[in-house]
């Protein structure tokens, strides 16, 4: 699912998250900033990693690799085609904030330094959450190239859906229009949430 997604839904469900949770004296205060930044920490490794290699086919001379044309050679099609799967530190990387497990342990943790009253370490298990949610979007849509589910205990487990976002041989076609059909209804209710607390806000003044 594509980033941008991600971070429509987490503003929409945030609201409905705030309001379930107040009150709620065994979850740290509600972090909008820390859960919205969650929803798409998971693919920011993997985007700085891809523009760099960008910028290194580019001094190359290399034309941008796609799916037709992965460009045998590129740094950028080395990435996606070899290191995704087999380099330990892209794996790592793309991993850490995308593995429910891993997600698991280091909100775990978090949520244990919170109940040590660090202050900090709210933010830190709203962060995980907003993580949370974002793989657990991710992980129906995705072929092959999922997350791992066990990292950092199994470095290989995917689970093989049979659909992906983005591969035409995978429904991706259906599912690219579904997404951005999806991604404008979002944003017009993220439009009315913002038209209404205007409007209440106008009233109480």
């Known amino acids: 699912m594509q980033t941008y ?4 839904i987490a503003a929409v469900l945030r609201k409905t998250i705030k309001h379930r949770t107040a009150g709620n004296k065994h979850l740290p205060d509600f972090r909008s900033s820390a859960l919205m930044f969650g929803a798409v920490l998971p693919d ?3 985007i700085v990693t891809t523009l ?9 001379k ?10 045998t050679g590129s740094v950028t099609g080395q990435l996606f085609n070899d290191w995704f799967f087999n380099n330990p530190w ?8 995308h593995s429910p497990t891993s997600l698991v342990m280091l909100g775990s943790l978090a949520y244990w330094l919170w109940l040590k009253n660090k202050r900090y370490a709210g933010g830190i298990v709203w962060l995980m959450i907003g993580c949370m949610l974002h793989t657990l979007c991710d992980i129906p849509v995705h072929h092959d190239d999922g997350p791992l589910l066990f990292f950092p205990l199994n470095w290989d487990y995917r689970y093989m859906s049979p659909i992906s976002y983005w591969d035409p041989a995978r429904y991706g076609r259906a599912f690219v229009i579904f997404e951005h059909l999806m991604d404008l209804c979002l944003l017009t209710m993220l439009t009315w949430q913002f038209v209404t607390w205007r409007r209440s806000r106008r009233a109480s003044l």
Request: glycine share 0%; aromatic share 8%; hydrophobic share 55%.
């Open 5 to 8: 997604s991600h971070l429509l």
């Open 44 to 46: 920011l490794p993997l």
């Open 52 to 60: 760099v290699c960008l910028v290194v086919d580019w001094f190359n």
């Open 62 to 71: 290399l034309p941008m690799p796609s799916s037709d044309n992965p460009v």
């Open 90 to 97: 892209v794996i790592a990387e793309h991993n850490v904030f």
